[in-house]
Structures are given as structure tokens and as C-alpha cells.
């Protein structure tokens, strides 16, 4: 699949309006600045949180790869961990490509039957930048180390000595919490840093992100 093929799908956050006793589907300015800079050619529409019924819109507007992205805590709001959650196991179905950013991440885990757990106190995951560890990253990378950044109140608890068939741990936080994962016979990448926010990664996330949507 070229750049040009590629009709990618944004899951959004649910968020309040102030003033309004609605809820309303949000996607940060940052996503479409990172797509126009990063991957030009891709064409992209936001998802909606509609529950089971976004697979007519994923047919309708012919989608083939999809972003889980950040916000909203895990388990928050039954609305949009429906949708995301039908994404996923239909994107696994038809073999299509899934990145998963901070929470899409941990969606990706708990459909994988991985531990969700809060976050170590020995070290901040909430704004602010750390170190992780690369083990055997689903790229060719010169470093062991990158700094990234970290937004998130949730953690992925996973072992080292794990057989899991499905995911692959890659990259590694100092108080041993998963940040990388990818899947070895299905087209799914997760990290739990945004590539979409300004960081010294930026360069490694868009040599994963192009291996997983373009191979």
C-alpha cells in the first residue's frame, strides 16, 4: 500500500462543552498539523463514537488503517471503548493496519488480555519527558534509549519471561512498565508517548509509523 491508497480513520476523544449538557466527539489540533508535516499524501477522516455502527461509516468512506488515539482514561466512557474496541477486532478480521497512541495503546492490551494498572509512583508518566528502553524495535534504530514524552495516569504491566502470542514488547520505561508494542502476524504498533506532540523521537516515530502502514 503507497501513501496515495491509504484512507486512514482517527478515533476521537468524548469531551463536554462547557456550557452544554452534550457530549461531543474532540480531535487535537495536533493530529492534523503531524499528518500534513509528516505523511502529506495520506488522506484521513475522523471517526465518530457511535458504538458498532462505525463500520457503516468505515465502509461507507472505504477506510484501511486506523489511529486509536489518546485521551479520555480507559473504561471511562462505554461509548467510545465500543467503538474503538469494534475498530480493532475488524481491522484484525480484514488484516488492516492500527496505531495505538497512549490509550489507543492500552486498548490494544486489554483486547489482548494485558494488565491495565496506575502508573508507578517512583516515576511521573504525567507531563513530563523520560527515558525508555529499545528491545528489539519492529525498526532498525541506532540507540538504545529515546526520550519521549508521557501523558498518561495508566500504565501496561507486562513480564519480560511472557510467552504472549500476540504482542511484542519493544520499549520499556524505568520502573518496568511497557511503552512499545508491536504484533508479529497482525499489522498493530502501539507506544504510549504521542508522536503527534513535539519530541526528541520524532524521527524513530516516523520510521515505525511508515513500517506499520507501508511495510
Not at 112 to 136: E, W
Request: glycine letters at 6%; aromatic letters at 12%; hydrophobic letters at 35%.
Amino acid at each position: 500500500m503507497n501513501g496515495k491508497d491509504l484512507r486512514l480513520g482517527l478515533t476521537m476523544r468524548l469531551v463536554e462543552a462547557k456550557g452544554y449538557n452534550e457530549p461531543r466527539d474532540a480531535l487535537a489540533h495536533d493530529w492534523p498539523v503531524y499528518l500534513h508535516n509528516t505523511f502529506p499524501e495520506v488522506k484521513w477522516l475522523p471517526v465518530p463514537n457511535i458504538k458498532d455502527k462505525v463500520l457503516d461509516y468505515v465502509e461507507h468512506w472505504q477506510l484501511n488503517g486506523f489511529i486509536l488515539t489518546g485521551g479520555n482514561n480507559l473504561f471511562e466512557n462505554e461509548v467510545r471503548d465500543k467503538t474503538e474496541l469494534t475498530l480493532l477486532a475488524y481491522a484484525i478480521e480484514h488484516d488492516l493496519p492500527v496505531l495505538g497512541v497512549c490509550r489507543g495503546l492500552q486498548l490494544i492490551c486489554h483486547y489482548f488480555n494485558q494488565n491495565i494498572v496506575s502508573c508507578p509512583s517512583q516515576l511521573n508518566h504525567v507531563a513530563k519527558d523520560h527515558p525508555v528502553q529499545l528491545d528489539g524495535p519492529p525498526v532498525d534504530w541506532h540507540e538504545e534509549y529515546l526520550q519521549v514524552n508521557s501523558y498518561h495516569e495508566s500504565c501496561i504491566s507486562y513480564s519480560k519471561n511472557d510467552n504472549n502470542l500476540y504482542l511484542t514488547p519493544f520499549a520499556w520505561s524505568e520502573d518496568g512498565m511497557v511503552e512499545g508494542v508491536y504484533c508479529k502476524n497482525k499489522k498493530i504498533t502501539g507506544v504510549m508517548w504521542h508522536p503527534e506532540r513535539n519530541n526528541p523521537s520524532a524521527e524513530f516515530d516516523k520510521k515505525l509509523i511508515r513500517k506499520l502502514f507501508w511495510g
